[in-house]
Nanobody, 119 residues
Framework: QVQLVESGGGLVQAGESLRLSCVASGSIFSINVMRWYRQAPGKQRELVAG???????NYADSVKGRFTISRDNTKKMVYLQMNSLKPEDTAVYYC?????????????WGQGTQVTVSS
């Protein structure tokens, strides 16, 4: 059984930083794209950043220049370094990955970690 587990959320003040981590575990043959999404209260879940297995990245316009996504393929981990946080970054952040299991590529989600930014 494959699991994604996030950590690193918390309560910070505007302008501060947080680093989120997500580790994949289970019967994993390979991991393709890894992504971070977020969902604020009353809003739809949105893509924050993604990173391919080769290291190519993409970001939502709202976080470009402030957030950095990275991954460690040997540890099956993805990270999200969040700098210059704003109150509008407050949301539950979810890790997502495309994982090859038993010959099938499937999408997996973590349980989410809360990030709260006070003004």
């Amino acid at each position: 059984q494959v699991q994604l587990v996030e950590s690193g959320g918390g309560l910070v003040q505007a302008g501060e930083s947080l680093r989120l981590s997500c580790v994949a575990s289970g019967s994993i043959f390979s991991i393709n794209v890894m992504r971070w999404y977020r969902q604020a209260p009353g809003k739809q879940r949105e893509l924050v950043a993604g990173i391919s297995s080769g290291g190519s990245t993409n970001y939502a316009d709202s976080v470009k220049g402030r957030f950095t996504i990275s991954r460690d393929n040997t540890k099956k981990m993805v990270y999200l370094q969040m700098n210059s946080l704003k109150p509008e970054d407050t949301a539950v952040y979810y890790c997502n990955a495309e994982i090859l299991v038993s010959g099938w590529w499937r999408q997996y989600w973590g349980q989410g970690t809360q990030v709260t930014v006070s003004s």
